[in-house]
């Protein structure tokens, strides 16, 4: 059960992250769908302190979402205290995290990707630079589309 509401909190966090890169930051629906990604986020990150299967205990999945929730707070307390740019950089790199989980994930638990991880060792580790490398290029270089200046 508890697998099934963590998969469900994460399809969640990816969409309205999604949706709140996409979006016109600043106004009500942007809070609001925010608000959604935030507990989504906050939701999925302690449910995957229940979770045991893979490593029968303690595993590097659960450091992980230890990992995850330092930019999910950071950019929530950051926004609590009108510091927009921060929150922008919190917030974003939560979501490279989150899709960096997410690639991580698909290549434990899908066989076709556990086919192509054998075949291609690390590729998966190359998926996650390339959002990691994104995110350092693209986060500074669109910061004055979504940073308003005060």
Sequence with gaps: MIEFIHISLGYLALVSGLIVLLMKKGGRTHRFVGLIYFFSMLGLNLTAFGIYKLYDGWGFFHWMAIASLIPLLAGYFAIRHKKIEAHYYFMCWSYIGLLCATVSEIFVHIPAAETLLNKVPHIDTAFMLCLIGAG???????????????
């Design 136 to 150: 350092f290029y693209f986060l500074p270089k669109n910061q004055h589309r979504y940073v308003r200046k005060v």
